[in-house]
């Protein structure tokens, strides 16, 4: 199989190597494609690799049939319709680490810039002007930062503004007092911050509740002449507030590397001199984008390869220690999961899944992924996978719950799913056997046991002398070989089940023949 990959925007030569190196990959670098022609070529690749530029829409993802990974190499990816991608079942990636540095590093460029006019200073003197006195500065030593998102870069700013002498004042959902007080530095709330801060920088992601997080209340609160620095994402800052504020003289200055509407030429926040600004050069270092390139095109590469990602947007990622100790059991969830699908052809309201023993020590969420991919492929064929199973189970209105216990009946793990629907609930329960692999052990309340794999005629039948060689017979006569055969009853001369493995896929008619057989309550083929 060969993959395409696309790469839609400026991509660093040495960083694409890991995909350059891959016989199975062609890739095509086409980083001036408009929206349109985007949309008409993306239905044949099963990769797109882009930067900030390249807006991912709801309408090309949903023309990309093919289309299996986004990867964005740097950071945000507010260019991207998560929605969208996580419903056609399309895994994102970023690289989250590579452009840290860079963003902090800028981050600290802009606010000393700002705070000696060096942008100012040095057009003047292009222009052949000599102006010491119009360029008088302010020291950032004894001032304070006040830091609004304090993630990967907020943190480093810090870091390196502490390295400046400053006072060290941050925000973010997630930052204690005690962790301030590991950093040396003060823990404040938002208002705090805004009230207390001589600069103040934002580090969070555009979110709906980031839109606008600087507003006109937000430069209210602030001190007169402060200064504001945003080389996080436009949009965080009210652009029209900023210039208000700035006119009237609240703000002494701002610095900008992010704007709301990219490319920002037009933008007359640049028409005030108080402004600097540099077009989203944050992450634009040659380290930054060689990491940011190396780092997406691993995970493409072993996402088309394996099916494994490092840094997943829009599914939760698994540490490589505790991925190690699931792995197992991830065949076993998903045969389990699709074989309890063959069960019922009811609309499923709940799924309870039973993690026992050894089980019950570990991180399952990925196994719960898996079980339910399982149970819709019967029904979603390609279009159920890892990153959209749980969102259509939810769409389609069935309840998915984890359970752990440590009931084991003698198994060192048990894994049991059970799905409720209006007549009931069926269940499947497997194991790991050591050194033997994947298990069925009980279905329903009967004791079984099988390899989940291959094609098995399940079949509900009376215990009555007679019946195994009835069925043994009509499907010899229809040409089907037994590999395998699984008897329980409930009891002696009552209800009995029976799973035979056999050779091939058992056509309507044999599966018609044998429901004529006045034993037989139902019968089902089941296709692992
Ligand atoms: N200018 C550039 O070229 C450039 C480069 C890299 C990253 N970025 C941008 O910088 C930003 C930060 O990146 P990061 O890697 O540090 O992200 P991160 O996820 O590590 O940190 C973001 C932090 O913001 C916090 N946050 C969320 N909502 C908040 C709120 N309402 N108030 C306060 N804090 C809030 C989160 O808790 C988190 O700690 C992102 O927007 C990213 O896209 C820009
Ligand atoms: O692609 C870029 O250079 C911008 C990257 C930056 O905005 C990010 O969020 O990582």
């Known amino acids: 199989m060969t993959y395409h990959i696309l790469i839609a925007d400026p991509l660093s030569d040495d960083g694409i190597q890991p995909l350059q190196e891959q016989e199975d990959m062609l890739i095509d670098m086409k980083t001036d494609l408009t929206s349109n022609e985007l949309l008409e070529q993306i239905g044949k690749y099963d990769a797109l690799l882009v930067r900030s530029q390249t807006q991912v829409t709801r309408e090309i993802i949903e023309a990309a049939k093919k289309l299996k990974i986004i990867a964005r190499a740097g950071v945000g990816v507010d260019n ?37 006019k060096i942008p100012q200073a040095y057009l003047s003197l292009k222009g052949k002007k000599w102006e010491r006195s119009k360029y008088v500065g302010v020291e950032l030593k004894g001032k304070t930062l006040g830091i609004i998102g304090l993630g990967r870069i907020g943190t480093e700013v810090a870091y390196r503004a502490k390295g400046q002498r400053m006072n060290v004042i941050a925000y973010d ?72 504020a700035i006119v009237s003289n609240k703000v002494a200055g701002a610095a900008l590397d992010v704007f709301e509407e990219e490319p920002a030429i037009d933008n007359r926040l640049l028409e005030l001199p108080e402004v600097i600004a540099t077009p989203h050069l944050g992450a634009s270092t040659v380290e930054a984008q060689e990491n940011v390139a190396i780092d997406v095109s691993h995970d493409v590469v072993s996402f088309l390869h394996e099916g494994v990602v490092q840094n997943p947007v829009n599914l939760p990622s698994v540490p490589k220690e505790i991925m190690s100790k699931i792995e197992p059991y991830f065949y076993l969830a998903e045969k389990l999961g699709k074989f309890l699908s063959y069960l019922t052809d009811e609309v499923i309201d709940e799924v309870n899944i ?91 309340h009967y004791r079984v046991d099988v390899t989940p794999e291959g094609h098995i005629v399940f079949i509900y039948h009376h215990d009555q002398p007679g019946v195994i060689g009835k069925m ?26 029976m799973l035979l493995k056999v050779d091939k896929p058992v056509k309507k008619k044999t599966l018609d023949a044998l429901q004529q057989l006045n034993e037989i309550k139902s019968v089902k083929a089941i296709n692992l």
């Open 472 to 497: 043994g017979n009509l499907l010899g006569e229809h040409d089907i070989n037994i590999a395998t055969m699984q008897v329980d009853r409930a009891d002696a001369g009552g209800d009995a089940i």
């Open 80 to 116: 991207i319709d998560l929605n969208a991608a996580t419903e056609n079942g399309i895994i994102v990636v970023n690289a989250p680490n590579a452009n840290t540095n860079s963003a902090a590093e800028h981050t600290i460029a802009m606010m000393m810039s700002l705070s000696r």
């Open 173 to 244: 959902p997630f930052f204690t007092k005690e962790k301030a007080e590991k950093m040396g530095i003060s823990y404040g709330t938002l208002e705090e911050v805004l009230q207390t801060a001589d600069f103040i920088t934002v580090h969070t992601p555009l979110l709906k509740n980031t839109k606008h997080l600087l507003n006109k209340e937000a430069f209210a609160m602030m001190k007169d002449g402060v200064h504001i620095i945003n080389c996080a994402r436009g949009g965080i800052i009210d652009e029209k507030a900023l210039y208000d």
């Open 354 to 444: 039973y993690y026992s023993g050894e089980l019950a020590n570990m991180e399952v969420a990925p196994l719960t992924r898996n079980t339910v991919k399982g149970l819709l492929k019967r029904y979603l064929g390609i279009h159920v996978n890892d990153v959209n199973a749980l969102y259509l189970a939810e769409r389609k209105g069935i309840a998915v719950h984890e359970n752990k216990t440590s009931l084991t009946k003698g198994f060192t793990n048990l894994l049991t799913i059970e799905i409720t629907s209006k007549s009931g609930k069926r269940s499947v329960a497997g194991t790991l056997l050591n050194g033997l692999g994947a298990r069925i052990v009980k279905v329903d």
